[in-house]
């Protein structure tokens, strides 16, 4: 493969100057290692004044930062990382395990004349295998509402897998991924021999001046007039909308200032390619003594991608799910001395030496049909498909 340690990182909300950073340092972790991943997360971010931003800086942070000449961190965190937080089982292996579970990189600042290495090999995507059948993953949601009758759970998000080989560089394929319209986090990690194209529309969790929000996404329909109109109408996703806001709600409370957790919008319509989803924002004021390893212990992993109770959802998710998540249904995005925001990977595919793996799936409730769930997840893989076969 054409991947080089060095990071091509292009988030766009970010680095100013996207492609004007250097990588100074890298932490990989993967199950099965020693340590906490939350744990050393912090400590290894602390090394270079990075912890979490709070409504002023921590002593000697301005020094440290300065001095390292340090712009910020990108941070990646698998769904079993964030399972391995929580001391949970994380169910299945990865299908993609060249791909950490825990990536911390920490950029420089470079001289702007730095240009990025050129695409190498012509791209040719195969045919795209899925890890179940159709029949296997509508049978896996009758198994979840077999378990909200008995009372196990409320709702569980299950989730499908599939991969194809390839050949060539696939980095412009996986670029066409960061530009599909909706992508509030766009962006591409790397490391030695896999790669992780981001185009996810959900914030897992965003700090800035103390204050701390999430905007879960559940609830999804083509993006036509009729199609709102029905999103908006619908009491079966509104409900399972807001049990997830306010699972996001007890989650933000175990870092929160007491009486400070606020719904500021519910429900609101947003768009992602050809589809609309329902989106709300969840807010809190930080507790004082609070540090990067308790917020992502509390939100990893996101409520909207393991369902309510989460524990419990998990359990399912496990027994259910023929092969791990893998770098989806985690977190990706970035940490300075001013703010804190990862996305959700939702809408992310992953790259090894061999093959192009996605991830899609949604929240299922007592009153999900089966099959209207599995063409559900077709939807949302279907435009990170095209992308990935389109021509350079």
């Known amino acids: 493969m054409a991947f080089q340690p060095n990071v091509d990182l292009f988030w766009r909300f970010s680095v100013t100057d ?3 950073v250097w990588e100074r340092s890298r932490l990989e972790w993967r199950v099965g290692d020693r340590g906490d991943p939350a ?32 712009c910020g961190a990108a941070l990646f965190i698998s769904a079993a990382a964030g399972a391995a937080m929580l001391g949970v089982p994380a169910g299945a292996r990865s299908p993609s395990p060249a791909v950490p579970d825990l990536a911390i990189v920490v950029y420089g600042h470079v001289e702007p004349s730095q240009s990025r290495h050129p695409a190498t090999g012509e791209w040719r995507l195969g045919a795209w295998e899925p890890s179940w059948s159709a029949h296997d993953h509508a049978a896996a949601v009758e198994q979840v509402r077999a378990g909200i009758a008995r009372g196990d759970v409320y709702q569980v998000n299950v989730v499908s897998h599939a991969a194809a080989a390839y050949r060539g560089d696939p980095m ?19 490391g030695d021999g896999w790669a992780v194209a981001s185009a996810s529309p959900e914030t897992l969790v965003r700090v800035e001046a103390g204050v701390v929000e999430t905007r879960p996404i559940k609830g999804t329909r083509p993006a036509t007039e009729a199609g709102r109109r029905e999103l908006l109408a619908s009491a079966k996703e509104r409900a399972e909308h807001i049990m997830i806001v306010d699972l996001e709600r007890n989650d933000l409370a175990h870092v929160a200032r007491i009486g400070t957790v606020d719904v500021p919008e519910l429900f609101a319509v947003r768009r992602w390619c050809d589809l609309w989803q329902a989106e709300s924002r969840v807010t809190a004021r930080l507790a004082d003594g609070v540090d990067l390893a308790d917020l992502l212990r509390a939100v990893c992993p996101g409520g909207s991608v393991t369902g309510a109770p989460k524990l419990a959802a998990l359990a399912q998710i496990a027994a259910l799910e023929p092969v791990g998540r893998g770098p989806s249904m985690g977190a990706l995005g970035w940490l300075d001395t001013e703010r804190l925001d990862l996305g959700l990977t939702i809408r992310t595919v992953a790259v090894d030496g061999l093959r192009v793996h996605l991830w899609a799936g949604g929240g299922i409730t007592w009153d999900s049909d089966p099959y209207a769930e599995v063409a559900e997840a077709d939807q949302k893989a279907a435009p990170l498909r095209a992308a990935l076969n389109a021509a350079p």
């Open 39 to 70: 744990a050393l997360a912090a400590a290894f971010m602390d090394r270079y004044g990075l912890g979490l931003p709070t409504a002023g800086p921590r002593a000697g942070q301005d020094r440290e930062h300065a001095a390292a000449e340090i």
């Open 18 to 20: 996207r492609h004007e």
């Open 172 to 190: 412009p394929a996986l670029r066409r991924i960061t530009e599909l319209p909706g992508a509030r986090y766009a962006g591409i990690l790397t």
